[in-house]
């Protein structure tokens, strides 16, 4: 199951260069494509506001 990001994102970036396999992109709140997220979960370690939950 891929993660996805929620409202509470800040854009601050912290999860961009965490992304292996770079699922990721930028906007008024970051976007994981769930086709390209490999569920690692890197992206919620860096996250500081816990924005990646599994979807």
Do not use: L, N, W
């Amino acid at each position: 199951m891929a993660f996805k990001i929620t409202d509470a994102c800040i854009a601050c970036g912290a999860c961009i260069d965490e992304c292996p396999v770079g699922a990721i992109s930028e906007g008024d709140i970051y976007v994981v494509d769930a086709d390209t997220c490999i569920d690692c979960g890197a992206c919620a370690g860096a996250c500081p506001v816990d924005a990646p939950v599994e979807a």
